[in-house]
């Protein structure tokens, strides 16, 4: 009786497990039943003979087995089969050929088939609930959620959602001044949801675009709405963004709309991202505009474009130059993906003074190599050099800097004593 008495209560444990993780009850019948047919087919060889009845509302099971009567000479199977005799002890009316259906004891079988039905039930739920998992946040990749910071090691976070859920944000997803402690409530999208080896891992991410993207969808009514697009974003978490932005309402200002009264709408969206500077620009179809506008604060003097390529080579004054660079070369960067053209920056200079000079006439006084380095970047005369920015010279060419300025000063040398 005691044993009936385990089995019965195994059964009501796994009843409290479904309602904790949401595996509905048609499923944990089905699994129930599954896994007590899985154990007499491990004990008998086959569970085609037996019936299984589980009684969710009352919280226990019935277990039937069908034998047919066979001569009590003939009895070789008696998983299968049940004798005359022993047919007619039930009811004195059975004959050979008809079937005998009694109810199991399932604590009759033992121990060892109790502790095979519990492993094997913890088994098939696992296998649910990793597959719950997986669907739910599958569809839930590319939208923000929140969760409670659990555990901090160095390469990643881990987190649990309301249901107790495990996700993971990985140091490379994080802004690089972020900080938490334990117990503290961390916002994120969900990036991907990686399923190797039916094992789901949900990664979120707070340096994707997407993030920014989502941050203001739920900051803007007017996006949320379909007002306002959101053409194109372009981050360096935690440092800088540029997110282009497109109204189909003339009488709607997207700019003004994204950054609110006195900055009231972005104000909160740079606060969750550690204070990244947010550029919110007039999207244009007009891509000599586009990469104007991307450029800002620089004010730009002409642009030659090569649509085939997606490169623009962008002519300015000296003075402006530093502005469409940027901070460690930050807006130009950014407004290269923003655009997604390659943006060349030069500085504008007066070429009626002097005429240019090709730069293999320099063969004598700078190296071939040094030379084709620069010429494969495409810089192919001396006031193209002159023109470029030493800083991007050194980032495309990869010449060391001391080098750069040995050939700067040779060119200039050269329309100096001109």
């Known amino acids: 009786m005691a044993k009936k008495k385990e089995t019965i209560s195994l059964i009501d444990t796994f009843s409290e497990f479904k309602e904790l993780k949401n595996i509905d009850r048609t499923t944990m019948v089905s699994v129930l039943e599954e896994s007590f047919r899985s154990v007499i087919a491990k004990m008998f060889g086959t569970d085609e003979n037996y019936d299984v009845i589980v009684n969710p509302d009352k919280g226990d099971f019935e277990i039937y087995r069908n034998r047919e009567v066979v001569a009590d000479a003939d009895?070789?199977?008696?998983?299968?089969?049940?004798?005359?005799?022993?047919a007619q002890r039930i009811d004195a009316s059975y004959e050979e050929g008809e079937e005998v259906t009694?109810?199991?004891?399932?604590?009759?079988?033992?121990?060892?088939?109790?502790?095979?039905?519990?492993?094997?039930?913890?088994?098939?739920?696992?296998?649910l609930e990793k597959d719950s998992i997986y669907n739910k946040y599958i569809d839930k990749v590319g939208t923000i959620i929140n969760a409670e910071v659990y555990q901090i090691w160095k390469k990643e976070m881990l987190l649990l959602d309301d249901e107790g859920n495990e996700l993971l944000l990985p140091k490379t997803e994080q802004i690089p001044s972020d900080y938490y402690r334990k117990g503290e409530t961390a916002r994120a999208v969900v990036a991907r949801v990686d399923n190797k080896n039916n094992n789901p891992k949900i990664i979120l991410s707070r340096t994707s675009p997407m993030f920014l993207r989502r941050l203001?969808?739920?900051?803007?009514?007017?996006?949320?709405?379909?007002?306002?697009?959101?053409?194109?974003?372009?981050?360096?978490?935690?440092?800088?963004?540029?997110?282009?932005?497109?109204?189909?309402?003339?009488?709607?200002?997207?700019?003004?709309?994204?950054?609110?009264v006195k900055g009231s709408r972005i104000h909160g969206i740079v606060r969750e991202l550690r204070n990244e500077n947010i550029d919110v620009i007039n999207y244009t179809a007009n891509t000599q505009l586009f990469i104007q506008r991307a450029l800002s604060p620089a004010k730009i003097s002409s642009i030659n474009l090569n649509e085939e390529e997606h490169k623009a080579e962008v002519y300015l004054k000296p003075e402006e130059v530093s502005l469409a660079i940027g901070k460690g070369g930050l807006n130009i960067k950014l407004a290269s993906m923003l655009t997604e053209y390659t943006i060349d920056v030069f500085r504008e200079l007066d070429d009626t003074v002097n005429e240019d000079i090709y730069l293999d006439e320099f063969l004598d006084e700078i190296d071939e190599w040094v030379i084709n380095s620069i010429k494969a970047i495409g810089l192919d005369t001396a006031k193209a050099v002159l023109n470029a920015p030493r800083e991007l010279l050194v980032e495309k060419t990869d010449l060391e800097e001391e080098t750069i300025d040995d050939v700067l000063r040779v060119l200039k040398a050269e329309f100096d004593e001109e």
């Open 75 to 86: 009895l070789t199977n008696p998983n299968r089969q049940v004798s005359l005799t022993e």
């Open 102 to 127: 009694d109810e199991v004891d399932f604590a009759k079988f033992g121990r060892r088939a109790i502790l095979n039905l519990r492993q094997t039930l913890a088994s098939k739920i696992l296998e």
């Open 216 to 260: 203001f969808e739920l900051e803007v009514p007017e996006i949320n709405d379909g007002l306002i697009t959101i053409k194109n974003i372009a981050r360096i978490p935690g440092e800088r963004a540029k997110i282009a932005v497109e109204s189909y309402d003339d009488r709607i200002d997207p700019v003004g709309a994204c950054v609110g």
